[in-house]
Structures are given as structure tokens and as C-alpha cells.
């Protein structure tokens, strides 16, 4: 983990591929000019993969590539990239999304304008700019069966899975929420101090 000492710029994005260059490319070529408008740095970890997406990074010079020796787990992979990183801010961003003009300003302002916010979540659009659902309650049972049980397509648009998804609340809006998808964190870098880095025997592959 970096020291405070080497906290030096405002934002490190952290995205993780594994086979993903058919997404990589978009994915950079959104995030780059806003990242440099900020004085931020990218570094993209590829978890060992067979197409092209190391190739694809190496196509923005002021993108930092690592190649992992083994293949490793959404968690370790991603506390590399914090380990290495020198932002005040911390975003870890998929590589399958596109960051629209202005958002990692606005996540920066959010953070220095609540400054007991330890991490937070930007608002994910589907293709179409539906809203994709991110922010969860804590599992119960009937989420369990709504989520992953055999009904869970009777389910879909059940109040127990709207309730686990949290669609009950104004997503316009920033609010409390027990959980978020992995998709996009945007991570205050002292809370890591505090609280440590991602739990590693949580293991998905990404």
C-alpha cells in the first residue's frame, strides 16, 4: 500500500483485463483525457490474458500496464493496483465501461464535499442510459430466492428483488446503501489504512 507520502495526485484508476480487448480500447480511450485533465494516472493490470488487451493498452503512452505471472482473483489484482498507486483518490473501474465526460470530477467533489465518506459509487448507465441498479441491501433469504434460486426469472420485477436492489429509493439522488457492485469504486485512499485492503479469500476472477 502506498505511504501518505507518495500520495502526490489527486486520482489513480485501477482496471483489471482479462481477455477483454474488445472492450479495453473504448474503455481507455473515454477515460484518458479525463484522468490527464486531472493530473490522475491509470494503470491497467492484465490478469494473464490470450487476446489482444495488453497490446490495446500499450497503445496509450501514458498508460501504466503490468502483467500479472499468474492468473489471480478480482481482489488481489486490484490491491496490486492500490499497492501501487500514488492518488489521493482511488477508482477501481471495469474494463467493459466507458466514463462519461466530467464524472471523476464530480465523484472528486463529492468526496472533499463529505468528508466522512470513506468510498462511494458513480451511477452506472446501461448502452440505452436506463440506470443499471449497483447499490444492494444486505442479503436475506427472500433475496436469495429472488436472486439465485430457479424462480428467480418469475422473480425479476418481484418486490423482494427490487427491494435487494434497492429500487425502492431515488437513484437521482446520493444515498446510504449497504453494499456496491465492483463495477466502479471510488475509494478515499486513508480509509485503506483504516479498514485495510480487499479481502482476498473473497476469490472471482476477473
Request: include cysteine.
Amino acid at each position: 500500500m502506498s505511504s501518505q507520502d507518495t500520495v502526490v495526485i489527486p486520482l489513480s484508476v485501477i482496471t483489471v483485463t482479462h481477455n477483454h480487448g474488445a472492450y479495453i480500447g473504448r474503455c481507455l480511450t473515454a477515460l484518458v483525457p479525463e484522468v490527464t485533465a486531472l493530473g490522475g494516472e491509470i494503470l491497467v493490470i492484465d490478469n494473464c490474458s490470450e487476446d489482444a488487451s495488453a497490446a490495446i493498452a500499450r497503445q496509450f503512452p501514458t498508460v501504466q500496464l503490468h502483467l500479472n505471472p499468474e492468473r489471480r482473483g478480482f481482489s488481489a489484482n486490484n490491491n496490486y493496483g492500490m499497492a501501487l498507486a500514488q492518488g489521493r483518490y482511488l477508482l477501481l473501474l471495469n474494463p467493459d465501461t466507458e466514463v462519461l465526460p466530467g464524472a471523476l470530477g464530480a465523484l472528486i467533489q463529492f468526496m472533499e464535499e463529505h468528508p466522512a465518506v470513506g468510498l462511494c459509487g458513480a451511477q452506472l448507465l446501461f448502452p440505452n442510459g436506463t440506470i443499471q441498479p449497483s447499490p444492494r441491501r444486505f442479503p436475506t433469504l427472500g433475496a436469495a430466492i429472488a436472486r439465485r434460486s430457479p424462480l428467480r426469472r418469475l422473480l425479476r420485477q418481484s418486490a423482494l428483488n427490487r427491494r435487494h436492489l434497492m429500487q425502492d429509493l431515488d437513484h437521482s439522488q446520493p444515498q446510504p446503501v449497504d453494499w456496491l457492485l465492483g463495477a466502479c469504486l471510488f475509494i478515499r485512499q486513508e480509509i485503506l489504512h483504516s479498514v485495510g485492503p480487499l479481502d482476498e479469500g473473497v476469490f472471482s476472477l476477473r
